[in-house]
């Protein structure tokens, strides 16, 4: 107990479960960690049935079923309409390879909401190169097709950098074409396999800039036909993202097995006391874990977040972020034009993307190595 | 929106009663629409069964306001929703 103590936090409005790290594809863009948790470690389906009832009784309202693959899960029609039964609204969050059209109906009846599929290119072959996975593409639009067929929103999440990026407008197409009602366009963000693989992803500022303008032109366009939501490239921003719209204040997000974090990326942080949901409630780990409540708030914050008139916009950006390129988790994220190092990442992302490699590392748990 | 229009919530849009933080919300693809009392009762009744007029007699008779009055504001409330993909007709 210090003698400042913080008021208690607000309640999470969602939270995002990795039920597996485990998956089909291997796309070098991935933001799971490098070293990917083994199915053995993972936890059971009673579990995770208890972390849905915690954090939908401590206010989260969405529940985001990621991985990994989350439907490698064998459990996954169980975990659906258990979350469902808590009032939880659910998003599958798929690669959509491997989703049988007898599992996609029996998610559809547990109480599925809402299913987001990710393409990795808008043509067969950049899509079945960049997923590591022959015939994901016709599996995908399978996928498609099965999801509008029973009536359930479809969003199309494309995760663009610099072997796809010209594909934007294609993308939009794509999801048009799909009959989706929202389109993700998500520029990669350098964490895990992406951070491995940013010299051969990251896209020039020309590039970058060029294609953040179809989607803008697109989405005006588009309004009440397809909702486009951005995650923007921010090493070539100006003002960072606000992390999980600011850590520990309106997200949660488990690893296969049961490590609670504030975002996914979090465990890059040294030094950091990660809670896990076996030992501890949901709702102990948002209040009172030491790793929560790190960077909560605005306290934490030296300058020039802590006299920035955008420190509750940014949050101070990405944690994780900060550690990576200013090797500080404490520092401003570089991201920021206000950080000492933006002109640093913003120029070693250009001469890496100038550089042009093509060496890729593909995800998988060949890399894994035993903790 | 014509007064035959029949909107409704899509599937996978949802009209809850936040309990912790005691207020309704309107649940969507990667979205929460914090809606208030009033909007509440207006989507309460877009069942894709009424039309538009029968939803507006029902309000002005419930909340005793002209129902020319009601109707500029259900309409307008309603096409923003439509603009965001959370209400079909």
């Not at chain 1, 009673?46 to 401590?58: D, I």
């Not at chain 1, 102990?284 to 306290?299: H, V």
């Not at chain 2, 009392?37 to 007699?57: F, M, N, P, S, W």
Request: proline share 6%; net charge negative.
């Amino acid at each position: 107990m210090t003698a400042h103590q913080a008021p208690p936090p607000g309640p999470p409005i969602g939270i995002l479960v990795e039920l597996t790290h485990r998956c089909p594809l291997g796309c070098p863009h991935c933001s799971n960690p490098i070293g990917l948790e083994k199915p053995a470690a993972e936890l059971d389906t009673e579990t995770w049935k208890r972390v849905f009832s915690e954090a939908a009784a401590l206010g989260a309202l969405h529940v985001h079923l990621s991985g990994g693959e989350p439907t490698s899960r064998r459990d996954i029609v169980e975990l659906i309409r258990h979350a469902a039964q808590c009032g939880l609204y659910t998003n599958l969050i798929t690669s959509g390879v491997g989703v049988s059209a007898k599992l996609w109906a029996a998610m559809v009846e547990a109480g599925l909401d809402h299913a987001q599929l990710s393409f990795q290119g808008a043509d067969e072959a950049t899509n079945d190169r960049l997923g590591h996975y022959q015939g994901a593409w016709a599996k995908k639009r399978a996928f498609a097709a099965m999801v509008t067929g029973a009536g359930l929103p479809l969003t199309v999440n494309a995760v663009v950098s610099r072997p796809n990026l010209h594909q934007v407008g294609a993308f939009i197409e794509l999801a048009l074409e799909l009959g989706a009602r929202r389109l993700e366009v998500a520029h990669t963000q350098y964490y895990g396999w992406a951070l491995a693989n940013r010299a051969a992803l990251i896209p020039p500022l020309a590039e970058t800039q060029a294609a953040i303008r179809i989607v803008e032109e697109a989405r005006a366009k588009l309004a009440g036909k397809l909702v486009i939501d951005m995650v923007v490239p921010d090493y070539y921003a100006r003002y960072p993202k606000p992390c999980a719209g600011g850590w520990g204040r309106l997200a949660i997000n488990v690893s296969p097995s049961g490590k609670a974090m504030p975002c996914h990326a979090a465990e890059t942080i040294p030094g950091l006391e990660f809670w896990n949901v076996r030992d501890r409630s949901v709702g102990d780990i948002w209040r009172d874990s030491p790793a929560f409540n790190a960077f909560r708030g605005t306290d934490w914050m030296r300058e020039p977040c802590r006299s920035c008139e955008r420190k509750e916009i940014d949050w101070g950006g990405c944690r994780c972020q900060a550690l990576a390129l200013a090797g500080d988790a404490a520092a401003t994220d570089p991201a920021c034009s206000k950080s000492p190092h933006h002109a640093i990442i913003a120029a070693t992302a250009e001469a890496e993307a100038e550089a042009g490699s093509g060496d890729i590392r593909w995800r998988s748990y060949k890399e894994t190595v035993d903790v | 929106m014509e007064s035959s229009d029949k909107p409704r919530l899509p599937r996978g849009v949802r009209l809850r009663y936040d309990e912790v933080r005691q207020r309704w919300t309107l649940l969507a693809p990667e979205r929460i629409f914090e809606v208030d009392g009033t909007a509440a009762a207006v989507l309460q009744l877009c069942d894709g069964e009424r039309d538009l007029g029968a939803i507006v007699a029902e309000l002005a008779s419930r909340f005793q306001a002209p129902p020319d009055v009601i109707e500029k504001d259900v309409i307008a409330m309603l096409a923003g929703l439509q603009a965001k993909r959370v209400l079909e007709t």
